[in-house]
């Protein structure tokens, strides 16, 4: 065995590993000693993306095109960097190229079918391609959670589910699968169930940010459901009682009931979530939303309380408009930290 094969052996080590840092750094010395290898440039476009520097792989990948055209491998690296930098046409177009170069290869129908499922317009080739996956490797994890993917984008959630299953059945520790049955539990506001699988996601790719951060999608979206149903049911108290001109112990009464019983959903649901969630509904940013929807309600109770009984379905106007006017500042508290949390 040649001392570049022995690297090349090393690197193809360390990158089954998820030592990314480690391969590049070995695989930058090979391509320095003989920059006319393409299976060197190939491994390094790997550990480039493994790092999450896809501009990188795209160059190290583009790069083993040159050098060896014929090969679908170069191609469909490059389609997976040009997908995640964005450039969709441009993955696309690399991923039918690995097609026909190889079209009796798995890898490069579901290359295919995740550029296809991120262009616009190309839904169809998705699922041609998934479905070409699945007959070429039935037994492949990949080739499920790909097509799970495209099930849940066509709106066929049982389909979907199905896949993904069958996927962790394949290979229990898959991150992708376990994300997806998160977003498919989560767009049927099973929150406790999509934290756990969010949670075991980020376990087994921690390298896969995003994992992580769908932890926090649920518990703001567990957290903008309470304040959804406090806000709203505080609104109609009001405005029944203004519109009715109910007496001020039963307004009072009402809206302290709604607070303690929306308060009671929300550590239902607190309780219900791992414990290892918990502390992410102390950020601060949560903290902040819940006493705004709660302060509002609060206000209302202290309006009822101490406005005299004639003026009482004016004061009650004013906080019908407060209170909304509260949930609509927590929905952007919550926005906002979510922005932010994209942008790291």
Not at 186 to 192: G, M, V
Not at 307 to 314: D, K, Q, S, V
């Amino acid at each position: 065995m040649t001392e570049l094969t022995q690297g090349l052996a090393r690197a193809r080590a360390m990158l089954d590993v998820s030592r990314y840092d480690q391969a590049a750094s070995l695989l930058a010395n090979i391509v320095a000693a003989d920059p006319e290898d393409s299976r060197a440039w190939c491994l390094l476009a790997r550990a480039h993306a493994g790092k999450g520097q896809y501009e990188d792989a795209a160059a190290a990948a583009n790069r083993a095109v040159i050098l060896a055209p014929a090969d679908d491998w170069p191609h469909r690296l490059a389609s997976n960097a040009f997908l995640h930098l964005g450039n969709t046409m441009v993955a696309l177009r690399a991923a039918n190229e690995a097609c026909r170069l190889a079209p009796h290869e798995w890898r490069a129908h579901i290359c295919l079918a995740q550029a296809a499922l991120a262009t616009r317009g190309q839904f169809d080739t998705a699922e041609r391609a998934a479905a070409n996956a699945r007959a070429m490797a039935p037994n492949e994890p990949d080739v499920h959670f790909v097509s799970g993917q495209v099930s849940l984008a066509h709106g066929d959630r049982k389909a979907a589910r199905a896949h993904q299953e069958r996927a962790l059945a394949l290979d229990p520790a898959h991150g992708g699968a376990l994300n997806e049955l998160g977003r498919i539990k989560l767009s049927r506001a099973h929150t406790a169930s999509a934290a756990r699988h969010f949670l075991q996601a980020a376990r087994s790719a921690p390298q896969v940010s995003s994992y992580s951060r769908n932890i926090e999608v649920v518990v703001r979206r567990t957290v903008a459901l309470v304040i959804y149903v406090a806000s709203v049911a505080s609104f109609v108290l009001t405005y029944l009682a203004m519109m009715n001109r109910l007496p001020r112990v039963a307004v009072v009464a009402g809206l302290a009931g709604v607070a303690v019983v929306t308060a009671g959903y929300g550590a239902w649901q607190l309780r219900r979530m791992p414990p290892e969630t918990r502390p992410l509904f102390r950020r601060r940013h949560i903290v902040q939303a819940l006493g705004v929807c709660y302060g509002a309600i609060g206000v209302g109770v202290l309006v009822a309380a101490v406005t005299p009984g004639a003026a009482l379905p004016g004061a009650l106007f004013a906080v019908t408009i407060f209170i909304i006017a509260s949930r609509f500042v927590a929905y952007a508290m919550l926005r906002r930290e979510a922005a932010n949390a994209g942008g790291r």
